[in-house]
């Protein structure tokens, strides 16, 4: 097996659009902790970049002290003197990292656009939302812009494995050319691997190095004490209770309806106080609502139900990890049927779900809906929108089950096609397409000129 140190990650291509943009201005990566912010960044400067200028407002405060007067030039001037480096416009690459840590940093954002625009600056942080929210910042439009990483995809995860080959082999599989059954076992297989493992680049890296099941979920305990540790930084204390309590019900709330009560059903005021925790972890960039929609048309928001929700975690390595899913009985299932049930259920919506989000464009916000109907008894797991259509995506187990709600939403929205995602190969049955899992990325291809 043969691994790769170095990940690719797909997120350069939006930095270098960034970069080549003729409207660009300063840059914000926004992201979970370990999503791979700081290394993207920094590969994205070595590559393309004379020099690469990384301001770390954490590992050195000093720089904080660049920012008392907010003008281009003289902050400038000061990380010159500090770093005894100098940064020249269109061949240097001024990054901010960790820039939450200084509001003043910020701030000054909107000036290097206005009286710099020819230098490129990147700033990136895991909790800039929160930092955005206490000091009640305002960018105007056109002056700052920001984009959200995410954890590796599954075709990452695959270049990173030095599976280079499979991953290009994914883009030529269609309805009239599907995988091999050689190559979709195969790509089964990695698929089994990737739901323990996940997308988080800690995790993915302890695989890599080591091939031992158990130095992942060495690495994921850690990853997850450190989100946990993180709390006392955005929410009181008396808020850190019910974040740890969402925390420790995350297995068994993926894949339902969200009910406070049920959550916990000892509080007080069980609905005020989770949903404030929500609210934090999704600013914290660990959870990620899906919402139900009435699909009544496009834009799907404007049939938005607000009462009714489901969830999506960041990784679903680190749910597996919750889950209690050992890496000693995982290892004899990495290949062969998936007898252990692990793509079935609550992980296969959590990987369609984070597939769909992680294919979306990184300068545009992502919103998830699904379509319920008659309190839950129709429900159609995610509506995907391409070319101006509505696509219902039922994720299933296996060959069981009728997709009676997916036929009854084509029935009643009057969708031409609805979409079965599984560990089925890809063939259509009628005017539904199966789709195996490991494609669910590509469905805009998949979908095109239907």
Same mark, same amino acid.
Request: glycine fraction near 8%; proline fraction near 6%.
């Given at each position: 097996?043969?691994? #790769? ?50 301001? %770390?407002?954490?590992?050195?405060? &000093? ?24 940064? &020249? ?86 309805? %009239? ?7 979709? %076992? ?67 709330? &993926?894949?339902? #309806? ?10 007080? %005021? ?104 008659? #309190? ?75």
């Amino acid at each position: 097996m043969v691994f #790769h140190t170095i990940m690719k990650r797909f997120f350069t291509n939006t930095l270098l659009k960034w970069k080549e943009s003729p409207l660009r201005t300063p840059l914000i990566v926004r992201g979970a902790r370990q999503v791979g912010k700081t290394f993207s960044i920094q590969a994205f400067g070595r590559d393309f970049f004379q020099k690469t200028i990384c301001v %770390n407002f954490e590992s050195t405060p &000093i720089f904080k002290d660049c920012f008392d007067i907010l003008e281009p030039r003289s902050i400038l001037n000061k990380i010159d003197l500090t770093t005894q480096q100098p940064i &020249i416009p269109g061949t240097t690459l001024l990054f901010f990292d960790e820039i939450q840590q200084c509001p003043r940093a910020l701030q000054s954002l909107r000036y290097f656009k206005e009286e710099m625009p020819e230098l490129h600056v990147i700033a990136a942080g895991s909790l800039i939302e929160f930092a955005i929210k206490e000091e009640d910042f305002s960018f105007p439009v056109g002056r700052v812009q920001f984009a959200t990483m995410h954890p590796l995809s599954f075709e990452e995860f695959l270049l990173a494995r030095g599976d280079e080959r499979l991953q290009e082999a994914l883009a030529s599989f269609n309805g %009239n050319n599907p995988p091999p059954l050689v190559f979709h %076992n195969l790509l089964l297989e990695r698929l089994r691997e990737y739901f323990f493992v996940g997308g988080m680049p800690v995790s993915s890296l302890a695989l890599l190095k080591t091939g031992s099941l158990l130095e992942v979920q060495y690495a994921q305990k850690a990853l997850w004490d450190s989100f946990e540790a993180d709390f006392g930084k955005y929410a009181q204390k008396s808020q850190c209770r019910y974040l740890k309590t969402i925390f420790a019900h995350i297995p068994r709330l &993926i894949g339902t #309806h969200v009910k406070y009560s049920r959550i916990d059903p000892d509080l007080p %005021n069980p609905a005020r106080e989770m949903k404030l925790a929500m609210e934090l972890l999704r600013r914290a960039g660990l959870l990620q609502p899906i919402s139900a929609t009435s699909a009544g048309g496009l834009p799907l928001l404007a049939g938005l139900k607000e009462t009714i929700f489901k969830l999506l975690f960041l990784d679903i390595g680190l749910v597996s990890q919750v889950m209690g899913v050992e890496g000693g009985r995982m290892a004899p299932v990495m290949a062969g049927p998936d007898t252990s049930g692990l793509m079935a259920g609550p992980l296969a919506e959590q990987f369609v779900g984070q597939e769909l989000v992680a294919a979306s464009d990184p300068l545009l916000d992502t919103h998830l809906f699904f379509w319920t109907r008659d #309190h839950g008894v129709s429900e159609v797991d995610y509506l995907f929108v391409n070319e101006g259509k509505v696509y219902p995506v039922e994720v299933k187990a296996g060959k069981a089950g009728k997709l009676k709600s997916l036929r009854l939403f084509m029935e009643e929205k009057k969708a031409p096609v609805g979409i079965k995602i599984s560990q089925e190969p890809l063939s259509w049955d009628g005017s539904i397409l199966a789709v195996p899992l490991y494609l669910t990325a590509h469905l805009p291809r998949l979908l095109k000129g239907l």
